[in-house]
């Protein structure tokens, strides 16, 4: 089922989800866990300077998120996402003041949490879950591919086993899990993404987005692109793979998103990343 369509029919309303950027860092950066994180990820996304001048408050992101998507998609309802950085990295006193922001705004039905798998822990899991009986209750684990040579190559940090000790952890709790996975990842065979989508598929995981892997300036993965040692999947190649992909997912899964979004001031390559609309109408 589509993300939109579960929305429709959970709270009878248009229900739009809007990005927040609570001022959170990546243990994957500053050095807890690793550093220079990602090689796809955005440098210039942490730059204390760039946050210090456009950043608004919590409060007026969500306000003016929300008078953004009533405007232009005409939405009635909305799930506040904590997307940027890694949204489980503070202290549980820390994490709890900013999701509360969620309980000042009366058409907020949701939230969705960003993070990382190894990011999570009890104490977490239960102040998240503490939202459920009021709220649609989510956390996005990033975790791109199964596979441990891709996830030390891209410099995630983490193994596959810790994402599978996060969802163990996590089904404790009354929280939908939503995973992140990109395809076209350095070094990755068909055969391995579709094994990626099987294990999903086992896991019985509730909600998918995914992104071809693309290029933004100032990233280690421009470097590698700009010596020749990365090519970006082709538009045809990445349809055709995200089909069988999907083929294989447990059908009650809910596809929250194919394709990416990426500034054009900020994208090297593929210059198709951003064409949701011929993606999605290629899929259904
Ligand atoms: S885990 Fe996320 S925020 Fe941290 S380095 Fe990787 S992509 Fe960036």
């Given at each position: 089922m589509k993300y939109s369509d579960y929305l429709k029919k959970r709270f009878n309303a248009k229900v739009h989800k809007v990005s927040v950027d609570a001022g959170f860092s990546c243990p994957n950066r500053d050095g807890k866990i690793g550093e220079g994180g990602c090689i796809y990820c955005?440098?210039?996304a942490f730059s204390?300077?760039?946050?210090?001048?456009?950043?608004?408050?919590?409060?007026?992101?969500?306000?003016?998120g929300i008078?953004?998507?009533?405007?232009r998609f005409k939405?009635?309802?909305?799930?506040?996402?904590?997307?940027a950085h890694t949204n489980t990295y503070a202290p549980v006193e820390e994490l709890k003041e900013k999701y509360d922001i969620i309980k000042r705004f009366k058409d907020v039905v949701g939230i969705s949490i960003g993070t990382r798998p190894d990011c999570v822990d009890n104490e977490i899991l239960e102040l998240i879950a503490s939202y459920a009986d009021d709220y649609d209750v989510w956390i996005e684990y990033g975790l791109q591919s199964i596979h441990n040579k891709t996830l030390g190559f891209i410099n995630r940090g983490h193994a596959y086993e810790d994402f599978l000790k996060s969802i163990e952890l996590t089904r404790k709790y009354p929280i939908k899990i939503c995973v992140h996975l990109i395809l076209g990842l350095?070094?990755?065979?068909?055969?391995?993404?579709?094994?990626?989508?099987?294990e999903m598929a086992r896991l019985r995981i509730d909600g998918i987005k995914i992104h071809p892997l693309h290029v933004v300036k100032g990233t280690k993965l421009e470097e590698l692109y700009l010596q020749g040692k990365y090519l970006p999947l082709e538009l045809?190649?990445?349809i055709e793979l995200l089909?069988?992909?999907?083929s294989l997912l447990w059908p009650d899964t809910l596809i929250q998103r194919l394709s990416a979004y990426c500034p054009k001031e900020l994208l090297v390559a593929p210059e198709w990343v951003s064409k949701r609309n011929i993606i999605e109408s290629s899929i259904s």
């Open positions: 955005d440098n210039r204390f300077q760039n946050r210090n001048q456009t950043q608004l408050s919590l409060e007026q992101q969500v306000e003016e008078e953004a998507a009533q405007k939405a009635e309802k909305f799930i506040i996402y904590f997307q350095p070094n990755e065979t068909k055969e391995m993404m579709l094994e990626t989508a099987k045809n190649t990445y089909s069988g992909f999907i």
